[in-house]
């Protein structure tokens, strides 16, 4: 069928408005249906970004990086933009896999060559997943439980295509046991109605299951306070509007991540923790990604549990290309509603790539909706049994992911992410591969003789950020809730 613009009768059908979010279009491409006819996109209502509050400290935006030539250099020694492999650098990862790996294999010690490496740690790419915080904004000041899980449901839907910087599936560093990465984002500071005015929530069994309306914490001597929250957070020099961010390589055998998110202004934290156990399948790589996220909406009293898609280099043998795969969930317990996400792989017979397909919950356990698209282009959203739809519930092509900001390497840790791999990138910069193994051997061995040195002296690796909780999750020490507890007491007996 051709693709026009929305149906507004099937939204109704749903119980709940259009959403609708979307920032300028960049690079924008044709998706194509059934009948080969491209696909159009309607009118969008826009996130306006204002002026943002002046930072205590100077940062670098990974999205304004500038080529690397000094170690000590204030600019990002990360690109947005990574080199494609050549034909000869191709034949030598094949060559290099094959005499190290087999069917079955579990990759996790397997060295590959450093030119496949891409110009960033893991740890960083974590981050990527938080690249539109501003659904957040969105999701702590509706009054409807289902609208603010939709936008959950958002938030995780447009949360992967900003994660591959080029079309060819490069690995980042396997980050150093006790290595952190820090940043923050710019939240927007004036935002439009993100749904049509014509389009109401219906008034479900739903409606009751929660307590609607905000409840605030009040704060006697606020600015003050809230000064102090930004200060004890993961991102000391970051403000009380901007979503921060922390992660930290929490185990090295098994290797596991975990990282922590929080937005002060909007009382929202995200604590989540990633174990990749990757195989060798033969003409591809799979990783499967273990682990989960839990948001926290703190003035709602509810917290949503998200898990993940597994990863796969495809056609290792020909053009290499990257997938999602596998099926994942988004929970809501308080509320009751859930959505079972299913990332499709490609077979043999079809020629779409990264589809994807959600199915949304309500507390009885019917399906209200529908989601179906491709993760990295266009998502249509759909009443249970409609085959096709024109309205868009999420358009990635026509979305920007906001820019990390970091601190300048000088004012690092000497752990964190940037500081310790510099020497790394620097050298992948100018292609001086020699300099890049043998700077990359040494913070491995430095690993290898600090493990060995612990393993002597009977000591145990103390984490830093992050305690290990019974259920083998990671937590972060100094969440925003246990904060705001701590704050709430201390600032009533101020003034």
């Known amino acids: 069928m051709p693709f026009g613009t ?69 600019q990002s020694v990360c690109d947005d933009e990574e080199e494609e492999l050549d034909v000869t650098g191709h034949q030598t990862v094949l060559k290099h896999l094959a005499t190290q790996v087999k069917v079955g294999m579990d990759l996790t010690r397997v060295t590959l060559p450093t030119f496949i490496l891409e110009k960033r740690s893991l740890l960083e790419m974590y981050a990527d997943f938080f690249a539109h915080p501003e ?28 994660g591959r910087k080029g079309a060819v599936a490069k690995k980042p560093f396997n980050p150093i046991l006790g290595e952190t990465f820090r940043c923050h984002w710019k939240l927007p500071t004036t935002i439009l109605p993100s749904f049509s005015q ?51 390589q929490v185990s090295h055998h098994p290797p596991i991540s975990a990282f922590y998110a929080e937005c002060i202004d909007k009382k929202v934290e995200v604590n989540g923790y990633i174990h990749p156990k990757s195989k060798f399948l033969g003409l591809s790589i799979g990783v499967n ?18 898990t993940f898609p597994s990863a796969y280099g495809r056609s290792i043998l020909t053009v290499p290309w990257a997938e999602l795969g596998g099926k994942c969930q988004i929970t809501c317990e308080s509320s009751g509603y859930k959505a079972a996400i299913v990332f499709h792989t490609k077979n043999f017979y079809s020629k779409d790539r990264h589809m994807i397909t959600c199915d949304c919950f309500d507390p009885s356990g019917s399906k209200f909706c529908v989601i179906k698209g491709q993760w990295n282009d266009k998502m249509y959203i759909m009443s249970p049994g409609q085959k096709t739809s024109t309205e868009i519930f999420l358009d990635t092509t026509s979305m920007k992911g906001n820019s990390k900001q970091v601190r300048p390497l000088q004012e690092q840790g000497e752990n ?72 709430n007491s201390t600032c009533s007996e101020v003034d």
């Open 289 to 306: 990604m273990i682990g989960e996220a839990k948001v926290k909406l703190l003035d709602r009293k509810e917290e949503y549990t998200v």
């Open 198 to 248: 014509n389009l109401l929530p219906s008034c479900d069994e739903s409606c009751g299951n929660v307590k609607e309306g905000i409840q605030r914490d009040s704060l006697q001597n606020g600015a003050e306070c809230q000064k102090q929250l930004v200060e004890s957070g993961p991102v000391p020099w970051a403000c009380a509007g901007d979503a921060t961010f922390v992660a930290e």
């Open 135 to 162: 659904f957040f904004v969105l999701t702590t000041r509706e009054n409807n439980a289902k609208l603010r899980f939709m936008y959950i449901v958002k938030w995780y839907l447009s949360s992967f295509h900003t």
């Open 416 to 487: 964190e992410s940037r500081s310790l791999w510099r020497n790394v990138i620097s050298a992948l910069k100018v292609k001086d591969l020699d300099t890049a193994t043998n700077e990359k051997k040494k913070l491995e061995e430095k690993q290898r003789n600090d493990a060995k040195m612990r393993l002597e002296t009977k000591q145990t690796w103390e984490t830093q950020e992050f305690s290990h909780a019974e259920d083998g999750a990671f937590l972060y020490k100094h969440t925003l809730s246990r904060r705001l507890e701590d704050m």
């Open 6 to 74: 929305p149906d507004k009768s099937n939204s109704k059908k749903w119980g709940f408005r259009r959403l609708s979010l979307t920032k300028p279009s960049f690079g924008k491409q044709n998706s194509i249906d059934s009948n080969n006819g491209p696909a159009q996109v309607d009118n969008h209502e826009k996130i306006l970004v204002g002026s943002s509050p002046k930072e205590k400290a100077p940062v670098e935006d990974i999205g304004e990086a500038d080529e690397i030539t000094n170690l000590n250099s204030k």
